[in-house]
T-cell receptor, first 112, second 114 residues
Framework: GQQVMQIPQYQHVQEGEDFTTYCNSS?????IQWYKQRPGGHPVFLIQ?????EVKKQKRLTFQFGEAKKNSSLHITATQTTDVGTYFC????????????FGTGTRLTIIP | DGGITQSPKYLFRKEGQNVTLSCEQNLNHDAMYWYRQDPGQGLRLIYY???????QKGDIAEGYSVSREKKESFPLTVTSAQKNPTAFYLCASTQIYLTGHEQFFGPGTRLTVL
């Protein structure tokens, strides 16, 4: 079955440093979504990417979808303490199939 | 306020007992999902339903059962056949025909089996 892996599993950064998490799927995706889960909370949707090579920005966050639509990345510039949490990618293999496969997540901690 | 509610937040059960987790949404969403989250393993799909009276197994359905008798409700039963039921259970919903297809999550139920 479809597998979605993320690296790294954990990342500790000094406040103000940049952070990147990478997502790789075993199969080609129709689209990919990113979610953030704060400690003790539930996942919250951040963004969806659909097109090959697509790049989207949300303030200090930059999301990319690979040309082959099998990988994606999330980059945070100049991290802040509010960025703490676990970031998940989630891929959908076929349009019309409402099943999402979540990645293993990257847990980000910030050292003040 | 529109959203997804899960109850209870914390649940303790003795080994061998079945337990039902509640999930209700008033977002008028067609699709609903149950996920299990264990430390370091992300979210794994248990069951999902795209329409009332229909549901599909996810990746880890063994030991679980669901029903979808109403659009708003998608309860999950953790049966005694589930070998390691202690986990954080998350319910989600989405409106299939919107372009975003984002999933909205409830606050979760933390189940501990003693």
């Amino acid at each position: 079955g479809q597998q979605v892996m993320q690296i790294p599993q954990y990342q500790h950064v000094q406040e103000g440093e940049d952070f990147t998490t990478y997502c790789n799927s075993s199969t080609t995706l129709s689209n990919i979504q990113w979610y953030k889960q704060r400690p003790g909370g539930h996942p919250v949707f951040l963004i969806q990417l659909v097109k090959s090579g697509e790049v989207k920005k949300q303030k200090r966050l930059t999301f990319q979808f690979g040309e082959a639509k099998k990988n994606s990345s999330l980059h945070i510039t100049a991290t802040q303490t509010t960025d703490v949490g676990t970031y998940f990618c989630a891929g959908r293999s076929n349009f019309g199939n409402e099943k999402l496969t979540f990645g293993t997540g990257t847990r980000l901690t910030i050292i003040p | 306020d529109g959203g997804i509610t899960q109850s209870p937040k914390y649940l303790f059960r003795k080994e061998g007992q079945n337990v039902t987790l509640s999930c209700e949404q008033n977002l008028n969403h067609d699709a609903m999902y149950w996920y299990r989250q264990d430390p370091g393993q992300g979210l794994r799909l248990i069951y999902y339903s795209q329409i009332v009276n229909d549901f599909q197994k996810g990746d880890i359905a063994e030991g679980y059962s669901v029903s979808r008798e109403k659009k708003e409700s998608f309860p999950l039963t953790v049966t005694s056949a589930q070998k390691n039921p202690t986990a954080f259970y998350l319910c989600a919903s989405t409106q299939i025909y919107l372009t975003g297809h984002e999933q909205f999550f409830g606050p979760g139920t933390r189940l501990t089996v003693l």
